[in-house]
């Protein structure tokens, strides 16, 4: 059975840090793209992050540009995301997607057609 299952979110004061993982089960993520979304209550799913399955190449939306990396371990069959200099803003839930076809990753959601069921972020003091 295909999955893939999202873990690492909790609550964390303003500054602070956290890496969420995107773990697969029932196929091999190396070989496809992987992107990170967030939904914030009241607001449309965003993407934000994103891994190529062509070259490693990477994207970042300007609001998380130098704050976040994504980061593949293929032996772990795991995406993770490294979330530094967490802000309020931040708060939502967080969503890993694949496309299972060998591609570049884009920070839309129609792209992908395989989702992780989330994990909550939320920055507060």
């Known amino acids: 059975q295909l999955q893939l299952v999202e873990s690492g979110g909790g609550l964390v004061q303003p500054g602070g840090s956290l890496r969420l993982s995107c773990a697969a089960s029932g196929f091999t993520l190396d070989n496809y793209p992987i992107g990170w979304f967030r939904q914030a209550p009241g607001r449309e799913r965003e993407g934000f992050s994103c891994v190529s399955s062509v070259g490693g190449s990477t994207m970042y939306e300007d609001s998380v540009k130098g704050r976040f990396t994504i980061s593949r371990d293929n032996a772990k069959n795991t995406v993770y995301l490294q979330m530094n200099s967490l802000k309020p803003e931040d708060t939502a839930v967080y969503y890993c997607?694949?496309?299972?076809?060998?591609?570049?990753?884009?920070?839309?959601?129609?792209?992908?057609?395989?989702w992780g069921r989330g994990t909550q972020v939320t920055v507060s003091s």
């Open positions: 997607a694949v496309r299972r076809i060998p591609s570049d990753c884009l920070l839309l959601p129609w792209w992908y057609n395989y």
